[in-house]
């Protein structure tokens, strides 16, 4: 196996919590349309991305935390709808 490590710099990712698969849908919708809507990312460059908390074989389904957001080329106040942090 070959390995190869590399220095990144952080992720800025905009996001929402949410729990459980049910609304997983809005949650997407929600916060790419608020990124776009704020113009802190590009639509042709928009990553999505998706953090869990737990995992589906430990915990049940309806108990799953997971971060559902998008990585940013800005930094910016994301308001009390959505949560920032970088990674």
Do not use: C, W
């Amino acid at each position: 196996m070959n390995v190869t490590v590399e220095e990144i710099n952080p992720i800025k990712m905009m996001f929402v919590r949410q729990v459980n698969l049910q609304g997983l849908q809005a949650a997407f919708y929600k916060v790419i349309n608020g990124a776009l809507s704020k113009s802190v990312v590009l639509e042709e460059e928009l990553k999505l991305i998706r953090i869990y908390h737990e995992s589906f074989r430990n915990t049940p389904s309806e108990k799953v935390r997971m971060d559902i957001g998008v990585s940013l080329t800005l930094e910016l106040d994301p308001g009390p709808e959505f949560l920032y942090k970088e990674i």
